[in-house]
């Protein structure tokens, strides 16, 4: 008779449990965060003009800030912010905060978003280069750096009309999350401005 010796398994299943637990363990907690604001009323009077349509392309990130970690960069090195996340991918909310800015804000061009099915006279093309915040040395304060890259086509053929780069730079009021977070907030509110007011020149 062949006798098969269990404590091996037994073994094995107890390391298995204790890892187990250590699994279901409470993760540290992040607080989450969202910049760009609810959509104003529209200032684009209905009526007074006819407003030329502009398609909306996806927005680009750079793979490092495109999903929900706050990125610090100081000198050549890269650290997400610890304990803080956006709540929604910075891409995501990045959309949603520049078809509310030109809800609010354009006057001679209608916005259309990707979701939409109807197609523009234009389309609007940006290329986020910059979306992070910057330290001059471990543990100064910050400055929130946003830079966008935008093209206006015109379509059917796809033809640049016009193109900029634009870069806001926003300081934090000091070196905590929630302060960087108002930088950022502050300073993509000033990038889809001066989006909205370039694609209005442009394109109406």
Not at 156 to 181: H, K, L, M, Y
Request: proline content about 5%.
């Amino acid at each position: 008779m062949i006798h098969l010796s269990i404590k091996p398994v037994a073994a094995a299943a107890g390391a298995f449990a204790l890892a187990g637990c250590a699994l279901l363990s409470s993760p540290d907690p992040v607080q989450t965060y969202r910049f760009g604001g609810p959509a104003a009323a529209s200032a684009a009077a209905e009526g007074q003009m006819a407003l030329r349509q502009v398609s909306l392309r996806r927005v680009e990130f750079p793979e490092a800030v495109e999903g929900d970690k706050i990125l610090g960069v100081t000198g050549t090195e890269t650290a997400y912010i610890g304990g803080a996340r956006w709540v929604s991918p910075a891409s995501d909310l990045y959309m949603e905060s520049l078809e509310n800015a030109f809800s609010a804000q354009a006057t001679r061009v209608r916005l259309i978003g990707p979701r939409e099915l109807s197609r523009g006279e234009h389309s609007l093309s940006i290329d986020m280069r910059a979306f992070e915040a910057r330290y001059d040395a471990p543990g100064a304060t910050p400055t929130v750096v946003v830079t966008a890259r935008v093209r206006l086509l015109a379509m059917p053929d796809r033809t640049v009309g016009a193109e900029r780069t634009f870069t806001v730079q926003q300081p934090a009021a000091e070196n905590r999350v929630s302060a960087i977070v108002e930088a950022f907030d502050v300073a993509t509110r000033d990038l889809n401005a001066q989006i909205v007011g370039w694609t209005d020149a442009n394109a109406g």
